[in-house]
């Protein structure tokens, strides 16, 4: 059975008294009555306070991004050794807003890939089309492409610590949602794309999350397709309440 997760992005949100505040928000929920992996994503100056906050919660840290190289004259970036060092789990990579505004290719993804896999992070990669691919009807092919630039090096043995994120570009931040029949149709697909790469068996325990505009008012319908294995929740995920009902959507 695969693990359901939910996670919040918190993106280049909340400074530190605003992130203990939602984080104490969050602790107050009961995410026991969840079956879902709840997961957290803060920006990098909170992640080491949350964890110290964090430590009786069943909760699990993020980061946003990391840095593929180990140390060194590479200014304001930040290296796999420092995120473990203050707790780190998870690491998102690929994010749509990486890809786009700081220009990371399928190249340096791969590489932040490689990186964490040597530094025993789970990873969340991301992968989803533009408004226009999508419009082209390119949107299979584009998934695909950033599957086998940037995530297909990686071993079988080592998908066990990976989940893919399917973010439609054009329903991140827009309050337009894909349909659960779009994402379950593009989820099926990159099972499949998986399955031929792999195995069945490595695709049948690779949790695929959908994100872009999951609210507590949809949740339940999108994480119900039988190839959703949960969601990342950006702008929903920076009020307690609402990310605590998208959690118990399961
Ligand atoms: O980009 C996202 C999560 O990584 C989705 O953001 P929204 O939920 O705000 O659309």
Known sequence: MRTQIVAGNWKMN??????????NDLKLKDFSKSNAEVIIA?????LYPIHQNLKDSSIKISSQNINENEEGAFTGEISPDM??????????????????????TNDVLAKKVTASLKHDFKIMFCIG?????????KHFDIVKEQLEKGLFHVSASDMKNVVIAYEPVWAIGTGETASPEQAQEIHEYIRKVLAEKYSQD???????????????????????????????IGGASLDAKSFSEIV???
């Open 14 to 23: 909340c400074n530190l008294d605003e992130a203990l505040h939602l984080l």
């Open 129 to 137: 089309e533009k408004l226009e691919q999508r419009k082209a009807d």
């Open 42 to 46: 803060p920006p990098y100056t909170n």
């Open 248 to 250: 118990m959507s399961f």
């Open 83 to 104: 995120l473990k060092s203050v707790g780190v789990e998870y690491v998102i990579i690929g994010h749509s807003e990486r890809r786009a505004i700081y220009n990371e």
């Open 202 to 232: 490595v695709a049948d325990q690779t949790s695929i999350l959908y994100g872009g505009s999951v609210k507590p008012n949809n949740a339940k319908e999108i994480f119900a397709k039988k190839d959703v294995d949960g969601g990342l």
